[in-house]
């Protein structure tokens, strides 16, 4: 079933970057502009491997969103979705659960343009479109959109993909990420990944300057820090890892590749404290 998409007003903003256009240029899409284009090189010459960096964030979306999938979620709540790029997630975890059920969320009136694509999911299944902030989760749990296509009764996978680096420490991004996951029940997932400047501390503080720049929020975390957002969580093997590194499709990378990367990703899975999380 599809969900018809929110209209939106004539200001896109195009003559400031945004990161789900630059992540989308990043990846090779036609859905940019100058601005978004121009804050990309920046990085690129400082980290010219930004765009196998931004493929290979995007490879671990679609295998944990298929992992989750098999380990037998069929809800996902999937905020700062970005720019319609196949596989969507949807398109991911339906060709495993065709029942699938999925609500997209992001506050970028092009994203919100594009929505339609990510409306059309299997007959089974459900997809449904949130404009909404993540820095207000109240908004998003609230949302009848949101309560009319996923059971918050019954486990969810909470995807927050190359998100929560662009919220900084006085918007509260551990609050945040705890709201969220208070609100879903036990046996539901979290599924993330976070830019670091661990791998590359000498051009951190530039790329993170060119972000601000451009208008754009930004704040590299490390290990430590983006472990945090995982507490109280149970951490789904091999634990806290460069993107490449969690469950690769082949070969093992090496770890000298870890510096392309710049990112740390993790999935967990939220403790059922009686022991019969409905899964």
Same mark, same amino acid.
């Given at each position: 079933?599809?969900?018809?998409?929110?209209? &939106? #007003?004539?200001?896109?903003? &195009?003559?400031?970057?945004?990161?789900?256009?630059?992540?989308?240029?990043?990846? #090779? =899409?036609?859905?940019?502009?100058?601005?978004?284009?121009?804050?990309?090189?920046?990085?690129?010459?400082?980290?010219? @491997? +930004?765009?196998? /960096?931004?493929? *290979?964030?995007?490879?671990?979306?679609?295998?944990?969103?298929?992992?989750?999938?098999?380990?037998?979620?069929?809800?996902?709540? $999937?905020?700062?979705?970005?720019?319609?790029?196949?596989?969507?997630?949807?398109?991911?975890?339906?060709?495993?659960?065709?029942? /699938?059920?999925? +609500?997209?969320?992001?506050?970028?009136?092009?994203?919100?343009?594009?929505?339609?694509?990510?409306?059309?999911?299997?007959?089974?299944?459900? *997809?449904?479109?949130?404009?909404?902030?993540?820095?207000?989760?109240?908004?998003?749990?609230?949302? !009848?959109?949101?309560?009319? &296509?996923?059971?918050?009764?019954? !486990? +969810?996978?909470?995807?927050?993909?190359?998100?929560?680096?662009?919220?900084?420490?006085?918007?509260?991004?551990?609050?945040?990420?705890?709201?969220?996951m208070n609100a879903l029940a036990p046996g539901s997932y979290l599924v993330m990944t976070h830019i670091t400047g661990e791998f590359t501390p000498d051009?951190?503080?530039? /790329?993170?300057?060119?972000?601000?720049?451009?208008?754009?929020?930004?704040?590299?975390? $490390?290990?430590?820090?983006?472990?945090?957002?995982?507490?109280?969580?149970?951490? +789904? %093997? !091999? =634990? &806290?890892?460069?993107?490449?590194?969690?469950?690769?499709?082949?070969?093992?990378?090496?770890?000298?590749?870890?510096?392309?990367?710049?990112?740390?990703? =993790?999935?967990?899975?939220? !403790? %059922?404290?009686? #022991? @019969?999380?409905?899964?």
């Amino acid at each position: 079933m599809t969900d018809e998409d929110n209209r &939106i #007003g004539p200001d896109l903003g &195009i003559d400031q970057a945004q990161p789900s256009r630059m992540y989308d240029y990043m990846l #090779g =899409g036609k859905d940019n502009y100058d601005a978004d284009r121009e804050a990309v090189e920046k990085i690129e010459q400082l980290l010219p @491997s +930004v765009r196998r /960096a931004a493929r *290979t964030n995007r490879d671990f979306m679609i295998r944990a969103a298929r992992f989750v999938a098999q380990a037998g979620i069929r809800q996902f709540l $999937d905020i700062g979705t970005g720019i319609p790029t196949e596989p969507n997630l949807h398109q991911t975890v339906q060709q495993i659960a065709p029942d /699938a059920r999925v +609500v997209y969320v992001d506050n970028d009136p092009i994203v919100l343009a594009h929505a339609r694509a990510l409306l059309v999911g299997t007959p089974e299944g459900r *997809t449904g479109f949130i404009p909404a902030d993540v820095r207000a989760p109240e908004t998003i749990l609230d949302a !009848p959109k949101l309560r009319e &296509i996923l059971d918050l009764e019954r !486990p +969810v996978a909470l995807s927050l993909i190359a998100l929560m680096h662009f919220i900084d420490d006085d918007e509260h991004p551990y609050d945040i990420v705890d709201t969220l996951m208070n609100a879903l029940a036990p046996g539901s997932y979290l599924v993330m990944t976070h830019i670091t400047g661990e791998f590359t501390p000498d051009i951190a503080d530039r /790329a993170v300057q060119i972000y601000r720049d451009s208008g754009i929020t930004f704040r590299l975390r $490390d290990r430590v820090e983006f472990t945090r957002f995982f507490d109280g969580l149970d951490l +789904v %093997d !091999p =634990g &806290i890892e460069t993107p490449h590194r969690w469950h690769p499709d082949g070969i093992v990378p090496p770890r000298s590749m870890d510096k392309q990367m710049v990112g740390y990703a =993790g999935v967990a899975r939220k !403790p %059922d404290p009686g #022991g @019969s999380a409905d899964v």
